[in-house]
């Protein structure tokens, strides 16, 4: 799943969707990461100029969700995407951010491969300290969704379930950066 529902406040308004990356919004590199890690159905919540995004970006063969109420947070996206989910027989989803262009689809298998049923929990880690991709077993689903508040997402429930999270190193293979305000803007090259 890509949470790619932002309007890009801290940009201008920019939403982070359709900043460009190697000549297409970063949209359709985030989708093609996880379709090189091996994931075969990839839903994309949208939110933020939606309409724009799909005229924009060739996102064939995606499930397609437009969170109405991405103006409160990526906690509603993350639920957004989880509904979407719900039915389809996915023992897991693995949630990516739009903004991180640094982690590729080397490292999301690596956190891919970490699943072990539906009661997984599994987290990229850099330098020992958690960060994206997440995968989330479907048994976790519901209690993730009550939880993902604001812009939290899912940040209290894995610091509450710890225990049961596994890190997987990935600061050999990704850098997790994000693309947050406009000085951060020259990592796409030129966007």
């Given at each position: 799943?890509?949470?790619?529902?932002?309007?890009?406040?801290?940009?201008?308004?920019?939403?982070?969707?359709?900043?460009?990356?190697?000549?297409?919004?970063?949209v359709?590199?985030?989708?093609?990461?996880?379709?090189a890690?091996?994931v075969?159905?990839?839903?994309?919540?949208?939110?933020?100029?939606?309409?724009?995004?799909?005229?924009?970006?060739?996102?064939?063969?995606?499930?397609?969700?437009?969170?109405?109420?991405?103006?409160?947070?990526?906690?509603?996206?993350?639920?957004?995407?989880?509904?979407?989910?719900?039915?389809?027989?996915?023992?897991?989803?693995?949630?990516?951010?739009?903004?991180?262009?640094?982690?590729?689809?080397?490292?999301?298998?690596?956190?891919?491969?970490?699943?072990?049923?539906?009661?997984?929990?599994?987290?990229?880690?850099?330098?020992?300290?958690?960060?994206?991709?997440?995968?989330?077993?479907?048994?976790?689903?519901?209690?993730?969704?009550?939880?993902?508040?604001?812009?939290?997402?899912?940040?209290?429930?894995?610091?509450?379930?710890?225990?049961?999270?596994?890190?997987v190193?990935?600061?050999?293979?990704?850098?997790?950066?994000?693309?947050?305000?406009?000085?951060?803007?020259?990592?796409?090259?030129?966007a």
């Amino acid at each position: 799943m890509v949470l790619a529902a932002g309007g890009g406040r801290r940009l201008g308004g920019r939403p982070k969707a359709l900043l460009e990356y190697g000549g297409r919004p970063l949209v359709e590199h985030a989708v093609a990461v996880l379709r090189a890690a091996g994931v075969a159905r990839v839903h994309v919540v949208l939110g933020a100029s939606a309409p724009t995004v799909r005229e924009r970006a060739d996102l064939p063969g995606r499930v397609i969700v437009e969170n109405p109420e991405w103006a409160t947070g990526m906690g509603s996206s993350l639920r957004t995407g989880l509904a979407s989910l719900a039915g389809s027989g996915a023992g897991a989803a693995l949630v990516c951010l739009v903004d991180q262009p640094g982690i590729g689809a080397a490292a999301v298998a690596r956190v891919r491969a970490a699943y072990r049923g539906p009661g997984t929990l599994a987290a990229a880690a850099y330098a020992g300290r958690r960060g994206h991709p997440v995968l989330f077993g479907s048994a976790h689903w519901a209690d993730i969704a009550a939880s993902a508040v604001g812009d939290r997402g899912a940040r209290e429930y894995l610091r509450a379930h710890a225990d049961a999270l596994t890190l997987v190193e990935c600061g050999d293979i990704a850098e997790p950066y994000d693309i947050d305000t406009p000085e951060d803007l020259w990592r796409l090259g030129g966007a």
